[in-house]
């Protein structure tokens, strides 16, 4: 039983240690849909510091097709931004003149901007 206590406490202790990580580099967002989904031209993710208040970028995402669960998805490209860690938020954006936009959404959990590993090595004489 001692043994089996152990176990599950080292096993609940890497399982902590995992969830609490930031994701480096990540590929791809996911959020929930503005009930406006149908009258919006396109979304907008931000990619804010620690702590900011303003983005240091943006990318337009398109309007992804909502899924059956009313979430959309895109692939995210974070290699522009510098080293640093950061959060994402998502809002609406309606073209015209002026544009309008939406409030952000609650930011995402953090991920860190990391250096790209280097291709496969080739050794040569």
Request: with cysteine; aromatic share 8%.
């Amino acid at each position: 039983m001692k043994r089996l206590v152990i176990l599950l406490g080292a096993f609940l202790l890497v399982a902590n240690v995992a969830v609490s990580q930031t994701l480096p580099n990540p590929t791809g967002a996911e959020w929930t849909c503005s009930a406006d989904h149908s009258s919006i031209s396109s979304y907008e993710i931000g990619w804010f510091l620690a702590g900011a208040t303003a983005p240091v970028s943006t990318t337009d995402l398109g309007k992804p097709i909502p899924t059956a669960a009313n979430l959309c998805t895109s692939a995210i490209n974070v290699m522009p931004l510098a080293f640093a860690e950061y959060s994402a938020k998502v809002r609406c954006k309606v073209a015209g003149a002026p544009v309008i936009y939406s409030e952000w959404s609650d930011p995402s959990n953090l991920f860190q901007r990391v250096p790209g590993k280097p291709g496969g090595v080739v050794v040569k004489k």
